[in-house]
T-cell receptor, first 122, second 114 residues
Framework: RKEVEQDPGPFNVPEGATVAFNCTYS??????FFWYRQDCRKEPKLLMS???SGNEDGRFTAQLNRASQYISLLIRDSKLSDSATYLC???????????????????????FGKGTKLSVIP | NAGVTQTPKFQVLKTGQSMTLQCAQD?????MYWYRQDPGMGLRLIYY???????DKGEVPNGYNVSRLNKREFSLRLESAAPSQTSVYFC?????????????FGEGSWLTVV
């Protein structure tokens, strides 16, 4: 069972539109989240990290909502070049024992969502 | 900058054949990973190596073996290929094996098993 769930998409939006993707996660202790972008037949590449306060990079804004356990990616003024699949990334559930957590043992693996495909249409 | 380099880029295998996917990174990263990506399934972790000298199973390890040859290189072996292993394989690396570390991917290897 995937612990990181994304909007299934696809999203087809006109140039200039604002579009938002959401991603829910199950590990309430998760600290680190990311958005990756993957172009067709290419490798995923980091788009932006998402921290507690959220962050903005040009037309892209990533937000974290801990109360509802989701992260979002907002793209303003969509460009044709934004067409890609966007992958939400976060840690899986923490299955360590309390002793392991206290000792700092074990470490998380990142879990990738299945991706949301965005097509920006002229 | 080379980053993560994996070979071959394309390969067609017959059922039962074996092959090794090679991966090398030049970023002095400690952790390396092998993922497979299938339509509708997203990226799934096959094996990872948190540091040189260690390897661990990921989500879908059956049918695969790995070798962390040194800090730079991490290979994935299919001992007896099956059609279900037709997929795109990505090698990746990160500075450390912690959730806060960015993962960098190779360009992918397209494998078809017939």
């Amino acid at each position: 069972r995937k612990e990181v769930e994304q909007d299934p998409g696809p999203f087809n939006v006109p140039e200039g539109a604002t579009v938002a993707f959401n991603c829910t996660y199950s590990n309430s202790a998760s600290q680190s989240f990311f958005w990756y972008r993957q172009d067709c037949r290419k490798e995923p590449k980091l788009l932006m990290s998402v921290y507690s306060s959220g962050n903005e990079d040009g037309r892209f804004t990533a937000q974290l909502n801990r109360a509802s356990q989701y992260i979002s990616l907002l793209i303003r003024d969509s460009k044709l070049s934004d067409s890609a699949t966007y992958l939400c990334v976060g840690p899986p559930p923490d299955n360590r024992t309390p002793d392991q957590r206290n000792s700092g043992a074990g470490s998380y693996q990142l879990t990738f969502g299945k991706g949301t495909k965005l097509s920006v249409i002229p | 900058n080379a980053g993560v380099t994996q070979t071959p880029k394309f390969q067609v295998l017959k059922t039962g054949q074996s092959m090794t996917l090679q991966c090398a990174q030049d970023m002095n990263h400690n952790s390396m990973y092998w993922y497979r990506q299938d339509p509708g399934m997203g990226l799934r972790l096959i094996y990872y190596s948190a540091s040189e000298g260690t390897t661990d199973k990921g989500e879908v390890p059956n049918g695969y073996n790995v070798s962390r040859l040194n800090k730079r290189e991490f290979s994935l072996r299919l001992e007896s290929a099956a059609p279900s292993q037709t997929s795109v394989y990505f090698c990746a690396s990160s500075l450390g094996h912690y959730s806060g570390n960015t993962i960098y991917f190779g360009e992918g290897s397209w494998l078809t098993v017939v």
